[in-house]
């Protein structure tokens, strides 16, 4: 989460950071916490079409959560139905199922949620990226630079110099 919205906040995007939370919500650094990071827009404040795009995290405990609050769902979905590009890294596009929005997609994510994104109908490829009719999906952090140079690219945003 924090290094492609620190590039779409480099890229003079407004950013907000949405969760079910009220306060912060917490990274985790591969084997513990991470840094807190100020939630902006309690998630049941939070009015999708006040919003150009959407960046989904990776991290899995962060989607559990996610897949079952049909608040953070009916977002994600509504960002589809409007035709609004959206990316997610890892195990991001696991809210995609919820969503129902991955039947035919072709994507890409942690592999270990392989199977979960082909049982639910989308096409799975292990690329470092697939942008695929507004979503872009990427594996790991290790997929970073190809993931953000994508999103900017869908997202429409432009370089600031």
């Known amino acids: 989460m924090a290094c492609p919205r620190k590039v779409l906040d480099q890229m003079g995007a407004t950013t907000h950071l949405i969760s079910p939370n009220k306060d912060n919500v917490r990274g985790w650094s591969h084997l513990d916490w991470g840094e807190k990071y100020k939630v902006n827009v309690p998630l049941q404040l939070a009015r999708p079409e006040y919003y150009d795009a959407l960046l989904i995290p990776g991290g899995v405990m962060g ?8 608040k953070a769902i009916e977002f994600v979905r509504s960002f589809f139905v409007n035709g609004k590009p959206v990316a997610a890294i890892c195990h991001g596009p696991q809210i995609l199922i919820d969503a129902d929005v991955v039947i035919g997609r072709t994507l890409t994510s942690y592999v270990s949620i392989q199977h979960d994104l ?44």
């Open 63 to 70: 989607m559990d959560i996610l897949r079952i609050n049909q």
């Open 118 to 161: 082909e049982n639910a109908g989308a096409i799975w490829i292990d690329q470092e990226v697939v942008t695929n009719n507004g979503l872009v999906t990427s594996r790991t952090t290790d997929d970073l630079s190809a993931f953000t140079t994508a999103m900017i690219k869908e997202f429409n945003l432009e370089v600031h110099q």
